[in-house]
């Protein structure tokens, strides 16, 4: 199984960005999808989900009406657009899947600042 994030950067407050993670390794379609975040000294927290069929989805309270998740699944590509973006969503954001145990890729880091 292979989760590998990209699209992090540095970008101000009330500015956009869009998160792409790419897999492999697995039946990308039959699998929900999330992306969870981890700020400095924090746990690790849910951000967003999306269901493998109909492609349901289910946000953290947080990130509610500014984030949205999607998924490509001829490309095995998951994505996270973030909107209206706050210095509080600093954090490294990982996507992840659950096969028995939850996985993990290795993370890209989202720096909102001024």
């Known amino acids: 199984v292979q989760l590998v994030e990209s699209g992090g950067g540095l970008v101000q407050p009330g500015g956009s960005l869009r998160l792409s993670c790419a897999t492999a390794g697995f039946t990308f379609s039959s699998y929900g999808m999330s992306w969870y975040r981890q700020a400095p000294g924090k746990e690790r927290e849910f951000v967003a989900l999306i269901t493998s069929v109909g492609g349901s989805t289910n946000y953290a309270d947080s990130v509610k009406g500014r984030f949205t998740i999607s998924r490509d699944d001829p490309k095995n590509m998951v994505y996270l657009q973030m909107n209206s973006l706050k210095p509080e969503d600093t954090a490294v954001y990982f996507c992840?899947?659950?096969?028995?145990?939850?996985?993990w890729g290795q993370g890209t880091q989202v720096t909102v600042s001024s």
């Open positions: 992840s899947v659950w096969m028995g145990r939850r996985r």
